[in-house]
T-cell receptor, first 113, second 112 residues
Framework: DGGITQSPKYLFRKEGQNVTLSCEQN?????MYWYRQDPGQGLRLIYY???????QKGDIAEGYSVSREKKESFPLTVTSAQKNPTAFYLC????????????FGSGTRLTVV | GNSVTQMEGPVTLSEEAFLTINCTYT??????LFWYVQYPGEGLQLLLK?????DKGSNKGFEATYRKETTSFHLEKGSVQVSDSAVYFC???????????FGTGTRLKVLA
């Protein structure tokens, strides 16, 4: 079955470390997205990519980086510059055109220890 | 800019009660509208959608009608179950963009 796989499900980071969250999809979707979810704040867009080797900043890109070397993969790196990284991170993908909606992964919960 | 406003939760209902979760939007052009559901510790799942005015999306007993005149897309269910307990998100997207705008979510708790 097609879908989006995020790994790991839980991740712990020490202060000053960079960590990378994995997101892989086998849906042949063109666009991929990273969202951050904090309690009571809904979803905030970090980065998105419409095609391979191209990506755009979302609303809260500072302290994060991404790459899109393959259509199937869109990893997110949380750098030490992100001062408050503890959150639930969601990856999503979609195809072109209105009305199709997103397919979401199951999320990664990142905690700074 | 585009935005989505949802009623604040939590909404607490008894089993078999009628559910309404309000959602209104502001958008340029003609948006497509969505409801997503999130169960604890999981990602969001698409619940239903509507792509033009007066369309009704429906799934698993949930319904929502795209009302252009009131810029609303309220979620309804005639008889909720304990298993419907989750957080519900209203969202929109407009032509020319891949980006979706989400509301802040409404937590629903259904008591047996």
């Amino acid at each position: 079955d097609g879908g989006i796989t995020q790994s790991p499900k839980y991740l712990f980071r020490k202060e000053g470390q960079n960590v990378t969250l994995s997101c892989e999809q086998n849906l042949n979707h063109d666009a991929m997205y990273w969202y951050r979810q904090d309690p009571g704040q809904g979803l905030r867009l970090i980065y998105y990519s419409q095609i391979v080797n191209d990506f755009q900043k979302g609303d809260i890109a500072e302290g994060y980086s991404v790459s899109r070397e393959k259509k199937e993969s869109f990893p997110l790196t949380v750098t030490s510059a992100q001062k408050n990284p503890t959150a639930f991170y969601l990856c999503a993908s979609s195809i072109q055109g209105l009305g199709y909606g997103y397919t979401f992964g199951s999320g990664t919960r990142l905690t700074v220890v | 800019g585009n935005s989505v406003t949802q009623m604040e939760g939590p909404v607490t209902l008894s089993e078999e009660a009628f559910l309404t979760i309000n959602c209104t939007y502001t958008a340029t052009g003609y948006p497509s509208l969505f409801w997503y559901v999130q169960y604890p510790g999981e990602g969001l799942q698409l619940l239903l959608k509507a792509t033009k005015a007066d369309d009704k999306g429906s799934n698993k007993g949930f319904e929502a009608t795209y009302r252009k005149e009131t810029t609303s897309f309220h979620l309804e269910k005639g008889s909720v179950q304990v298993s419907d307990s989750a957080v519900y998100f209203c969202a929109l997207t407009t032509s020319g963009t891949y980006k979706y705008i989400f509301g802040t979510g409404t937590r629903l708790k259904v008591l047996a």
